[in-house]
């Protein structure tokens, strides 16, 4: 990335730092830690799960930048809907919501499995992005939650300078 001239020293300055400002030069952009991996994942999971979106890096990338969240993990995360995850994706979409437009789970399943000709109606598209809607709010609260559960952040300890000594704690009696 630095021979791309895409660190941090190499934006300061650039026409790039004058169109965003210093949000786009801020450490939270660029390198993980707890909170902005965990907004990456809030903005850009539900941007990756809207079927056939135009420009969704370009969008993650915005969305990151309002939030500062990661912007590797957000446009990472855009790589999730490809051509080859496309058949599970668009599958789960369009089940999720047909069951929130009140259709039996069976029911969709069957229809699923069986009836092709009905994939281009506009029921068909209202139900798929309708559920990738649901998905992709329900992925993006959930993952939060989940990075924000198991990442801990390593506590600061102070190393004493090689002149100091280490001084035991302070006790109370």
């Given at each position: 990335?630095?021979?791309?001239?895409?660190?941090?020293?190499?934006?300061?300055g650039?026409?790039?730092?004058?169109?965003?400002?210093?949000?786009?030069?801020?450490?939270?952009l660029?390198?993980?830690?707890?909170?902005?991996?965990?907004?990456?994942?809030?903005?850009?999971?539900?941007?990756?799960?809207?079927?056939f979106?135009?420009?969704?890096?370009?969008?993650?990338?915005?969305?990151?930048?309002?939030?500062?969240?990661n912007?590797?993990?957000?446009?990472?995360?855009?790589?999730?809907?490809?051509p080859?995850t496309?058949?599970?994706?668009?599958?789960?979409?369009?089940?999720?919501?047909?069951?929130?437009?009140g259709?039996?789970?069976?029911?969709?399943?069957?229809?699923?499995?069986?009836?092709?000709?009905?994939?281009?109606t506009?029921?068909?598209?209202?139900?798929?992005?309708?559920?990738?809607?649901?998905?992709?709010?329900?992925?993006?609260?959930?993952?939060?939650?989940?990075?924000?559960?198991?990442?801990?952040?390593?506590?600061?300890?102070?190393?004493?300078?090689?002149?100091?000594?280490?001084?035991p704690?302070?006790?109370?009696k």
């Amino acid at each position: 990335m630095h021979r791309q001239k895409l660190s941090r020293r190499q934006l300061h300055g650039s026409r790039v730092h004058q169109w965003f400002g210093d949000g786009v030069i801020s450490k939270s952009l660029w390198l993980p830690t707890r909170g902005s991996l965990a907004r990456a994942w809030l903005v850009g999971f539900p941007i990756t799960v809207v079927p056939f979106l135009p420009g969704q890096s370009v969008l993650a990338v915005i969305a990151a930048l309002l939030v500062r969240g990661n912007l590797l993990l957000c446009i990472a995360l855009q790589f999730l809907s490809n051509p080859l995850t496309a058949p599970v994706h668009l599958t789960v979409c369009y089940f999720a919501g047909e069951i929130v437009r009140g259709r039996m789970p069976g029911d969709t399943w069957k229809l699923i499995g069986e009836d092709l000709k009905h994939l281009w109606t506009v029921d068909f598209v209202t139900s798929l992005y309708l559920g990738s809607v649901v998905v992709g709010i329900i992925g993006g609260v959930v993952g939060y939650a989940v990075i924000l559960a198991i990442w801990r952040e390593r506590p600061n300890r102070r190393r004493p300078d090689r002149g100091e000594e280490s001084l035991p704690p302070f006790r109370v009696k």
